[in-house]
């Protein structure tokens, strides 16, 4: 297991961007799929999106289609979500995890708040 570590968080208002970035210290995320998951207040934690560890294939809840982006870096070690488009219904705690078939594996971190709010 390895402690991942989620930043890039913060507030805008509706229509803003930010990009998240999720990486770790010590061992490579390169030979894992990543996902990126969200918990929004008093509802549970759902995934958003998630890369393949080719990088070559993506899934995007319905939510998020066409407004967030992923991609990863191996030599950075890094996975971006890029969100433009917010919506205040992004408001939540943005987390990321490596997969292991289509399961988180590794203990949660502490995420990043974004918040959406005019």
């Known amino acids: 297991q390895v402690r991942l570590v989620e930043s890039g968080g913060g507030s805008v208002q509706p229509g803003g961007s930010l990009r998240l970035s999720c990486t770790t210290s010590?061992?490579?995320?390169?030979?894992?799929?990543i996902g990126w998951y969200r918990q929004a207040p008093g509802k549970e934690r759902e995934g958003i999106s998630c890369?393949?560890?080719?990088?070559?294939?993506?899934y995007y809840a319905d939510s998020v289609k066409g407004r967030f982006t992923i991609s990863r870096d191996k030599a950075e070690n890094t996975v971006w979500l890029q969100m433009d488009s917010l919506e205040t219904e992004d408001t939540a705690v943005y987390y990321c995890?490596?997969?292991?078939?289509?399961?988180?594996?590794?203990?949660w971190g502490q995420g990043t708040q974004v918040t959406v709010s005019s």
């Open positions: 010590g061992r490579t995320l390169s030979h894992f799929a």
């Open positions: 995890n490596r997969l292991v078939g289509s399961s988180p594996y590794d203990p």
């Open positions: 890369i393949s560890d080719s990088g070559e294939n993506t």
